[in-house]
């Protein structure tokens, strides 16, 4: 399928690796002129390398952290009038809430809520003059599905999804949709650190706990980055304009509701 969005440009927060990196990869095979944003210069020169290299179209990149008025600045400076926008942050470990203060909480909101907020007001309106835009969020499954040991994540990220609702509903109108999508448990980076934070509390070892998690989901196994990224280039898609304000589970079957 031709997904129509040949020749746009896309800011891809968390782009060098992981689910931010595989809607990258996605989003420039279909001819998109992407540029990654993430932290680490290192890491960010070798993936927009190894997406050039496989699909054949430059990819830019730029050392830029989500949470900092200074990092939304240095990424837009990279890709000043993006039609497609990924938010993409990497959610805290586990613990108790007793153990959270106000700055970790502070620090939750910036990474997954507030950060994410302030890039859709810098591109949306650009997006709604130009006729096209997608916003795409990726969340977690836990705005859905809460787990108690992942409170900073639950309560930040829903907090987006929230303020998603409304604005979704006003930019549809422009060709300007914004979506969610809610991945469950994925192979990546941040499902290791994840685990690595339940060690202390579970009394078991990393492989045990890797391989528990993995069976208990009806799919028998974690998802690839690749099946989100995807998802993301489709809603992204000139075909999805009449999808807007949807948080989409990508979660193997692990959510047990109808709804």
Not at 40 to 48: F, I, M
Not at 170 to 183: A, D, E, K, S
């Given at each position: 399928?031709?997904?129509?969005?040949?020749?746009?440009?896309?800011?891809?927060?968390?782009?060098?690796?992981?689910?931010?990196?595989?809607?990258?990869?996605?989003?420039?095979?279909?001819?998109?002129?992407?540029?990654?944003?993430?932290?680490?210069?290192?890491?960010?020169?070798?993936?927009?390398?190894?997406?050039?290299?496989?699909?054949?179209?430059?990819?830019?990149?730029?050392?830029?952290?989500?949470?900092?008025?200074?990092?939304r600045d240095?990424?837009?400076?990279?890709?000043?009038?993006?039609?497609?926008?990924?938010?993409?942050?990497?959610?805290?470990?586990?613990?108790?809430?007793?153990?959270?203060?106000?700055?970790?909480?502070?620090?939750?909101?910036?990474?997954?809520?507030?950060?994410?907020?302030?890039?859709?007001?810098?591109?949306?309106?650009?997006?709604?003059?130009?006729?096209?835009?997608?916003?795409?969020?990726?969340?977690?499954?836990?705005?859905?599905?809460?787990?108690?040991?992942?409170?900073?994540?639950?309560?930040?990220?829903?907090?987006?999804?929230?303020?998603?609702?409304?604005?979704?509903?006003?930019?549809?109108?422009?060709?300007?949709?914004?979506?969610?999508?809610?991945p469950g448990?994925?192979?990546?980076?941040?499902?290791?650190?994840?685990?690595?934070?339940?060690?202390?509390?579970?009394?078991?070892?990393?492989?045990?706990?890797?391989?528990?998690?993995?069976?208990?989901?009806?799919?028998?196994?974690?998802?690839?980055?690749?099946?989100l990224g995807?998802?993301?280039?489709?809603?992204?898609?000139?075909?999805?304009?009449?999808?807007?304000?949807?948080?989409?589970?990508?979660?193997?079957?692990?959510?047990?509701?109808?709804?």
């Amino acid at each position: 399928m031709d997904l129509g969005i040949s020749g746009k440009t896309a800011l891809v927060f968390g782009g060098s690796r992981g689910m931010g990196k595989a809607c990258a990869l996605r989003l420039a095979r279909e001819g998109v002129a992407v540029t990654i944003a993430a932290r680490n210069p290192q890491t960010l020169e070798q993936a927009a390398a190894e997406i050039s290299r496989e699909t054949g179209i430059g990819v830019g990149w730029v050392s830029a952290d989500l949470t900092l008025p200074q990092g939304r600045d240095a990424a837009l400076a990279a890709c000043p009038h993006p039609d497609i926008l990924i938010n993409n942050a990497d959610g805290p470990l586990p613990g108790d809430f007793r153990d959270w203060s106000r700055e970790d909480w502070i620090a939750a909101l910036d990474a997954m809520m507030l950060g994410p907020i302030d890039m859709i007001r810098r591109v949306v309106d650009g997006m709604v003059e130009r006729r096209f835009g997608r916003i795409v969020n990726i969340v977690s499954r836990s705005v859905k599905a809460p787990h108690a040991e992942l409170g900073l994540s639950n309560g930040a990220r829903s907090g987006l999804v929230g303020f998603v609702g409304g604005l979704a509903r006003q930019t549809v109108r422009h060709n300007v949709t914004i979506n969610n999508l809610l991945p469950g448990a994925f192979a990546t980076d941040a499902q290791t650190r994840h685990i690595q934070g339940m060690l202390e509390q579970s009394g078991k070892t990393f492989e045990q706990l890797w391989d528990e998690r993995a069976r208990s989901n009806p799919a028998g196994r974690y998802g690839r980055p690749e099946e989100l990224g995807a998802l993301c280039a489709f809603v992204c898609s000139a075909h999805a304009g009449y999808m807007t304000a949807q948080s989409l589970l990508i979660d193997g079957g692990g959510y047990p509701g109808t709804y």
